[in-house]
C-alpha cells in the first residue's frame, strides 16, 4: 500500500471518567499524529468528541461528522488509538464498519491487529467488539455500585444542579472532591421558603424572582415547577435521595452542611400537604381548544383559566378564559396574560370550520392540492422509466446490431452468444427495476377524483362536530388543527387556523361569516 497516497481521519474520544494517562485527549492525538507521521499518511482532519460516552453512537457529533465526510469520499482510512474509541456496543461498531467498508475505507486501530476484509479479520473485529461491550456493562454496573455506596454513605450525588451549592472536583484525585454552599444562591433559597410560609404561591413566588432578576442554577427562568421543585429537595435539610437496586427511593443523612433550618422546612412541607389535597369545589367545563391557541407574544401554548366574581345578588359569577402557560407558570416577568375569552373563542373557531368545510370551494381546492401532491411525489418516478426505457431501447438496438453482423457473417454463433448474454445480463436488472417503478405508479389512487365525493364527506363532518360531547369535540378540533395564531390586539376574529394533514395543512385564514367572502383556503 502507498502510504503517500493515502489519507486518514483521525478519530478520538474520552467520557468524563477517563481522563486517565493513555486515554486523554492529548495522548490519544499525540499517538495518532506521530503514526500518521511515521508511516506518512496524510490527515483529513482530527475528530474529538469530548466528555462523551461509547454506551452509544447518538449524542456523538464528531463521530456521526465523520461518517457524514465518510460518504463524502474525503479520506481513505480511519484511525483510532483502540476500537473501544469508537463504540463498546458491537452492534454500533459493527454498522460504522460495515458503512466504512461500503465506501472503500479502511478501519485502523494503533494498537489492536485486525484486518476487517478478511474473514479472520471480521472474526477478530467481533470479538473485540464483544469485549469492548462487556468492558462497558462491566464499568457502567461498577459505577451503579459505587454510586450506590456513596449514595448509602450520604455523599453528594447531584453534581452542580441545585442551587445554593457547588461541587467542586480535585484535578489528581475525585475521591477529595467535595460540596460547598454558595452564600448569595443559599440565602436566596432561604427567601423562597419564607415566602411560601407567609402564604404567597408558587406562581406568586417565580414572579417576584424573576422580576428581581433572579435565575434558576441552569441561568433560566423561574417557572411554579422549578420553585416546587426546591421546597422539596431534601438536601436543603441535609439529606440525599437515591434509588436503590430495588428501584425503592431512599433519603439518608448526607455529608454536606443543609441551608435550610428544619423546623421552616417542615412549615413549607405541611403547607404543600395541604395544598396538595384534591379542592371540594372542582370545576368541570372542557376547554376544547386548550393547546390549540397559541400566545401572541411568545407563541407558547395557551390553556384554561377562570375568574370568580360576586354579582350584587350575591352569587358567584364565573368567567373563562384561555391565557399563555408561560405567565401562569412563571408570572407577568416571563410573558402577558394574554387572556381570550373562551365562550368567543369556541364560537368562532367551531363556525370558521362549519363555514370552511361547507365552501363551495374547498372540495375543488382539497383535489387540486391532492392531485398536486401527487404528481409531484410521481414525477421522478416516471422520469425514472422514461430513463429505463431509453437505455433498454439501446440495449434491444445493440442486439439487432449483433444479429446483423451475424447474418453478414461478420461475427460468429459464440460471439453473437457470448454478445447476447452479455445484453440480457444488462436488461434484467433494468426490466426488473422498470416493472417496480410501475407498480410504484400504479399502487398510486387515481388522479381524478369525484368533487362529490369529497363533499359528501365533509357535509357528514358538518353535524358530527355539532353534536359531538366535548371530550369527542376535543379530538375532533386536534384531528383537524395545528395550531390557531392570535392575533397581537387578541381579537379572535383575525386568527388564523392551520389545518392538520387531514386538511392537507391548509391554512384556514379569517373569514367573514356575516358577509359575503371570496376568502379560500391556502397552503
Known amino acids: 500500500m502507498n502510504y503517500k497516497q493515502q489519507i486518514a481521519a483521525l478519530y478520538i474520544r474520552v467520557s468524563t471518567e477517563e481522563q486517565v494517562e493513555?486515554?486523554?485527549?492529548?495522548?490519544?492525538?499525540?499517538?495518532?499524529?506521530?503514526?500518521?507521521?511515521?508511516?506518512?499518511?496524510?490527515?483529513?482532519?482530527?475528530?474529538?468528541?469530548?466528555g462523551r460516552s461509547a454506551k452509544s453512537i447518538e449524542g456523538r457529533p464528531a463521530l456521526?461528522?465523520?461518517?457524514?465526510?465518510?460518504?463524502?469520499?474525503?479520506?481513505?482510512?480511519?484511525?483510532?488509538?483502540?476500537?473501544?474509541?469508537?463504540?463498546?456496543?458491537?452492534?454500533d461498531l459493527l454498522h460504522i464498519v460495515e458503512l466504512l467498508e461500503r465506501q472503500g475505507i479502511a478501519l485502523r486501530s494503533l494498537t489492536e491487529e485486525?484486518?476487517?476484509?478478511?474473514?479472520?479479520?471480521?472474526?477478530?473485529?467481533?470479538?473485540?467488539?464483544?469485549?469492548?461491550?462487556?468492558?462497558?456493562?462491566?464499568?457502567?454496573?461498577?459505577?451503579?455500585?459505587?454510586?450506590?455506596?456513596?449514595?448509602?454513605?450520604?455523599?453528594?450525588?447531584s453534581g452542580n444542579q441545585v442551587l445554593g451549592y457547588r461541587w467542586v472536583t480535585h484535578s489528581d484525585n475525585p475521591y477529595l472532591s467535595y460540596v460547598e454552599i454558595i452564600a448569595e444562591e443559599a440565602k436566596q433559597v432561604v427567601s423562597i421558603f419564607k415566602m411560601y410560609v407567609s402564604g404567597l404561591g408558587l406562581k406568586a413566588i417565580a414572579n417576584r424572582l424573576n422580576s428581581a432578576g433572579y435565575k434558576t442554577k441552569r441561568g433560566k427562568s423561574f417557572y411554579s415547577i422549578a420553585v416546587r421543585g426546591i421546597l422539596t429537595n431534601v438536601n436543603y435539610i441535609g439529606q440525599v435521595t437515591y434509588t436503590d437496586e430495588n428501584d425503592i427511593r431512599k433519603i439518608v443523612d448526607g455529608e454536606h452542611e443543609p441551608i435550610v433550618p428544619s423546623e421552616l422546612w417542615e412549615q413549607v412541607q405541611q403547607r404543600l400537604a395541604g395544598q396538595s389535597s384534591p379542592s371540594t369545589k372542582q370545576i368541570v367545563r372542557y376547554f376544547p381548544l386548550a393547546g390549540l391557541l397559541k400566545c401572541p407574544t411568545c407563541g407558547s401554548s395557551m390553556i384554561p383559566s377562570h375568574v370568580r366574581r360576586k354579582r350584587k345578588s350575591g352569587t358567584d359569577a364565573m368567567s373563562f378564559y384561555y391565557i399563555c402557560c408561560r405567565y401562569n407558570s412563571g408570572g407577568s416577568t416571563v410573558c402577558s396574560p394574554n387572556h381570550i375569552r373562551a365562550n368567543e373563542a369556541e364560537v368562532w373557531v367551531q363556525s370558521q370550520l362549519q363555514h370552511f368545510i361547507t365552501h363551495p370551494t374547498v372540495a375543488e381546492r382539497l383535489i387540486i392540492e391532492i392531485n398536486h401532491r401527487r404528481d409531484k411525489k410521481l414525477l421522478p418516478i416516471k422520469k425514472k422509466i422514461v430513463q429505463i426505457e431509453g437505455q433498454l431501447a439501446s440495449l434491444k438496438k445493440r442486439s439487432l446490431r449483433c444479429y446483423e453482423l451475424f447474418e453478414d457473417g461478420h461475427m460468429d454463433a459464440l460471439?453473437?452468444?457470448?454478445?447476447?448474454n452479455e445484453i440480457t445480463s444488462e436488461s434484467a436488472p433494468l426490466e426488473?427495476?422498470?416493472?417496480?417503478?410501475?407498480?410504484?405508479?400504479?399502487?398510486?389512487?387515481?388522479?381524478?377524483?369525484?368533487?362529490?365525493?369529497?363533499?359528501?364527506?365533509?357535509?357528514?363532518?358538518?353535524?358530527?362536530?355539532l353534536s359531538a360531547a366535548p371530550d369527542q369535540q376535543r379530538k375532533l378540533y386536534r384531528s383537524l388543527i395545528v395550531k390557531i395564531e392570535i392575533p397581537h390586539d387578541r381579537d379572535i376574529t383575525k386568527a388564523s387556523i392551520q389545518g392538520t394533514a387531514a386538511l392537507l395543512n391548509l391554512v384556514i385564514p379569517p373569514i367573514s361569516i356575516r358577509g359575503t367572502s371570496n376568502h379560500e383556503p391556502t397552503r
Open 114 to 157: 485486525f484486518q476487517a476484509d478478511t474473514p479472520m479479520g471480521k472474526f477478530a473485529l467481533q470479538m473485540s467488539g464483544a469485549v469492548a461491550e462487556h468492558e462497558r456493562r462491566q464499568i457502567a454496573q461498577n459505577v451503579r455500585h459505587s454510586m450506590q455506596r456513596r449514595n448509602r454513605l450520604g455523599r453528594w450525588n
Open 64 to 91: 456521526f461528522q465523520l461518517l457524514e465526510d465518510a460518504r463524502s469520499g474525503c479520506f481513505q482510512q480511519v484511525l483510532c488509538l483502540r476500537l473501544n474509541r469508537l463504540s463498546r456496543k458491537l452492534a
Open 22 to 50: 493513555g486515554f486523554s485527549l492529548d495522548a490519544q492525538r499525540t499517538a495518532l499524529l506521530d503514526h500518521c507521521h511515521r508511516v506518512q499518511i496524510g490527515v483529513h482532519k482530527i475528530y474529538i468528541d469530548a
Open 415 to 420: 460471439e453473437l452468444k457470448k454478445r447476447l
Open 432 to 465: 426488473d427495476e422498470q416493472a417496480q417503478l410501475e407498480r410504484s405508479v400504479s399502487s398510486q389512487p387515481e388522479r381524478t377524483i369525484p368533487a362529490a365525493s369529497i363533499r359528501q364527506a365533509l357535509a357528514r363532518f358538518r353535524p358530527l362536530l
